[in-house]
């Protein structure tokens, strides 16, 4: 990709790093591994509303991964689901729609093991 966006914004990470309190759990530890468990949760919910030509529900399931990508710095994901979101708010849930869907699993897949070394503690 030309001028891709970065697959994950490392210093989004660090930010978020900053808002941890020594002694307490690791905030970027759980906010990662809650995206992990959720996002095959939405992805399933993104293909079944796609299965089922419900666009609304494709269009609000998209826009929801657009902001927890953007709170982690999931930027490749983000952009990704941006355009989902926006195929899915023009009605357009044809073969555009189903490569789209492809694209945010491949971007999640990308990536997962940058977020799982991101959430190692330090």
Known sequence: MINAPPVVDL?????????????EPSLVAE????????????????????EAQDAAVLELEAHSLVGSCGALGVMRMRASCQGL???????????????AVAQV?????????????AAQPR
């Open 105 to 117: 699993a491949r971007d999640f897949e990308e990536a997962r093991p940058a977020l799982t070394q």
């Open 31 to 50: 906010l990662v591994g809650e995206f992990l468990t959720r996002v095959p949760q939405r992805l399933a919910r993104i293909r079944a509303a796609l």
């Open 85 to 99: 979101e926006a195929l899915a708010h023009q009605g357009n849930l044809g073969a555009s729609s189903t490569a």
């Open 11 to 23: 210093p989004t990470l660090e930010r978020l790093r900053e808002l941890e309190i020594e002694g």
